[in-house]
C-alpha cells in the first residue's frame, strides 16, 4: 500500500506553501531569464503527424457546452478532425507575441504565468485516420508524435481499477505535470499550479468535447507508476496528474482485459528545457505520498467518494446574524449569449487591467450558474436528481461594482442557487491585499475565492484528495473564464494570501483553506507601444 493515507505529508506541502505577508517579502528567488525553460517539450529523434488545421463550427452556445454534459453511456468515437479540435482548443498555440527577449506562444486555457507546463499525451485505438498508439501532442507543430505503435488502452483499464469509462473509451488523454517549467517562477507551490493548470485546460476540453458531442470523464484514480511508465517519463522530472476520457464505446468488452506486459523504456531523447533545473523536492515528496500503488487501492479510493452525493463543502445553511439571501437571477435562455463556444475560447485572454465599471447582476448569476453545474468525475457522485455538482470547493465573494447587489463579502450557496450576504461594505482595498496585492482583484467587479475544508477531504480521499481538490477548483476557475467571456467580460486568475484569505472570510469560512482566485470584470485593453 501507498503512504496516500496518511495524510501528514499533504497537510505538510499545504502549509509549507502558503503565501503570507511576510514569506513573500523574505523570499529571496528572482526570474533568472537567461535560464528560463523552453515552453514545449520536444522529441527531436520523432517527426510530428500533422493534424488538420480548419476548425469545425459547432454552433454551441459557449454558455450551454460549460454547462452540460453528454451522457456517459452515448456511443460516440473521435476522429481525427475532432481531435485536432480538441487539442487545438484546450492546450494549441492561439496567439503569440514578441517582446525584447523572445516570444511569447499564448495557448487556449489560461496558465500561471504563461508557462504551461501541462503536456497532454492520447492513449487510443484504432481510429479514423488515426493508428491505435500512444501520442504526445506537439502544439509548436500542431501535430502529434507517435511514442508506442499498436492498442494499450488495456494498460489504463488494469491501472484505474477498471473504471468504466475507461473500459468504453475509444480515447483516453492524459495531463502531465513538468515540474521545473512552473517551478522556475513558483518554486514549490508548483504542485497546486498542476491542478489550477490542468484544471483550466480541461475546461476548454469539456466544453469542446460537450459541442462534438463526446462523453468525457475525469479520472483521478489511478496506478501513478503504470501510467507514468506507458509515457515513459522521466518521473524527476514529470508525472501523470489526471486522465479525461472522450467518446464511448459500447461493443468494447466490460470485462478487465488482460494488461500489456511490455512497456519497456523508449530511450527517446527530448531537448533539455533549461542549461540548469533546480530541483524542490518537496513537490516530489508531496507527489509520491499522493501516489496509489495497485488497481485493488485504486478501486478502494475511489469507493470513498460519498454514496449518498453529499457535498463536502458546505452549501448548506449556515448563516449568520443579520445575514442576507440574495437568489440568483441569470439570464433567460432567450437573453442568453449565443457565441459559440470556439469563439469564446479564441478570445479569452487573462485581463491586465479591469475598469472600475459594475457588471449586471444577470452577469454574475449566469457565471456562477453555469460555471458550477455537473462534472463528470471518479471522485464525485450523482445527486438525487442525476445531476453531479462540484464538491469539494465553496466560492466566496468579494462584490465591488455588481448592479442591484451591495457591495460586500458572500458566500455562494450552490444548493439553493442564493448568495449569502456575510458582510456589507467596499472591500476594494482589502480585496487588492488579499490578492498579494496586485490592483487586479482590487478594480474588478467582483472576486471569486474558492475555498475547501480539507480535513474531510484529507480523510476520505488521503492525500490524493488534494489533487481532486486543486483540479476541481482550475477547472470551475476555467469555466468561470469561459462565462464571463462568452459575456463580454474579462477575467484573470490570481494567487493570494492563504490565512489571510480565510480570516476576511471568517467565522463561516473558519478551518477553510484558500484554494484559487478569479478576478472578473470590464477589461480595459491596453495598446501596444508604437
Known amino acids: ?16 506553501t502558503k503565501h503570507s505577508y511576510s514569506s513573500v517579502r523574505t523570499n529571496p528567488h528572482s526570474l533568472d531569464f537567461d535560464n528560463q525553460p523552453l515552453p514545449f517539450k520536444i522529441y527531436p529523434q520523432l517527426d510530428p503527424l500533422p493534424m488538420p488545421s480548419e476548425l469545425r463550427q459547432t454552433g454551441i452556445a459557449a454558455l450551454s457546452a460549460i454547462s452540460s454534459n453528454v451522457p456517459l453511456h452515448t456511443d460516440a468515437t473521435p476522429d481525427l478532425e475532432a481531435i485536432a479540435q480538441l487539442l487545438f482548443l484546450s492546450a494549441g498555440i492561439t496567439r503569440q507575441r514578441k517582446y525584447p527577449g523572445g516570444e511569447i506562444y499564448f495557448r487556449a486555457a489560461a496558465c500561471t504565468g504563461a508557462l504551461y507546463e501541462i503536456e497532454l499525451y492520447l492513449v487510443c485505438g484504432d481510429l479514423p485516420r488515426l493508428p491505435a498508439g500512444i501520442y504526445h501532442f506537439a502544439p509548436a507543430e500542431f501535430g502529434l508524435r507517435q511514442l508506442r505503435a499498436g492498442d494499450y488502452r488495456s494498460v489504463l483499464v488494469e491501472a484505474t481499477g477498471g473504471e468504466a469509462a475507461i473500459v468504453h473509451a475509444p480515447m483516453t488523454i492524459v495531463c502531465t505535470g513538468t515540474y521545473w517549467r512552473n517551478a522556475w517562477k513558483y518554486q514549490a507551490r508548483t504542485y497546486r499550479h498542476f491542478g489550477w493548470d490542468s484544471g ?9 468535447a460537450t459541442s462534438l458531442g463526446f462523453p468525457a470523464e475525469i479520472v483521478c484514480g489511478f496506478v501513478d507508476s503504470t501510467v507514468n511508465r506507458l509515457l515513459d517519463l522521466d518521473t524527476e522530472r514529470e508525472v501523470a496528474f489526471s486522465l479525461v476520457t472522450i467518446g464511448y464505446d459500447s461493443s468494447l468488452p466490460s470485462q478487465r482485459p488482460s494488461p500489456v506486459d511490455d512497456l519497456s523504456s523508449l530511450g527517446f531523447e527530448t531537448v533539455p528545457l533549461s542549461k540548469i533545473e533546480i530541483d524542490y523536492p518537496l513537490m516530489r515528496e508531496f507527489h509520491a505520498a499522493s501516489s496509489l500503488n495497485s488497481p485493488d487501492e485504486v478501486a478502494a479510493w475511489r469507493d470513498k467518494r460519498d454514496p ?20 440568483l437571477q441569470p439570464l433567460s435562455d432567450a437573453e442568453m449569449p449565443r457565441d459559440p463556444i470556439e469563439q469564446v475560447i479564441l478570445r479569452r485572454g487573462s485581463s491586465r487591467q479591469f475598469a472600475r465599471t459594475p457588471i449586471t447582476f444577470a452577469q454574475l448569476s449566469t457565471m456562477l450558474q453555469r460555471a458550477t453545474r455537473g462534472l463528470h468525475a471518479d471522485f464525485l457522485v450523482s445527486d438525487k436528481a442525476g445531476a453531479t455538482l462540484p464538491q469539494l470547493n465553496d466560492l466566496y465573494l468579494i462584490v465591488h461594482a455588481v448592479e442591484c447587489l451591495e457591495a460586500g463579502a458572500y458566500f455562494f450557496r450552490r444548493d439553493a442557487q442564493v448568495l449569502e450576504r456575510l458582510k456589507r461594505g467596499d472591500f476594494r482595498n482589502e480585496a487588492g491585499y488579499l490578492g498579494l496585492e496586485q490592483q487586479l ?3 474588478a467587479a467582483v472576486d471569486i475565492f474558492f475555498l475547501a475544508d480539507l480535513r474531510p477531504v484529507f480523510n476520505r480521499f488521503g492525500n490524493r484528495g488534494y489533487r481532486a481538490v486543486q483540479l476541481e477548483a482550475g477547472i470551475v476557475g476555467g469555466r468561470l473564464y469561459l462565462a464571463a467571456y462568452a459575456q463580454r467580460l474579462g477575467a484573470t486568475g490570481l494567487t493570494f494570501y492563504d490565512d489571510d484569505v480565510t480570516r476576511f472570510f471568517s467565522p463561516h469560512a473558519e478551518g477553510k483553506s484558500a484554494i484559487f482566485l478569479v478576478a472578473v470584470g470590464h477589461s480595459i485593453k491596453r495598446h501596444p507601444r508604437p
Open 308 to 327: 449518498g452525493g453529499t457535498d463536502l463543502g458546505s452549501s448548506r445553511p449556515h448563516l449568520i446574524n443579520d445575514s442576507v439571501l440574495v437568489p
Open 1 to 16: 500500500m501507498s503512504n496516500n493515507s496518511n495524510s501528514e505529508t499533504g497537510w505538510n506541502y499545504h502549509e509549507a
Open 200 to 208: 483550466t485546460l480541461l475546461a476548454n476540453l469539456l466544453a469542446v
Open 441 to 443: 482583484p482590487a478594480d
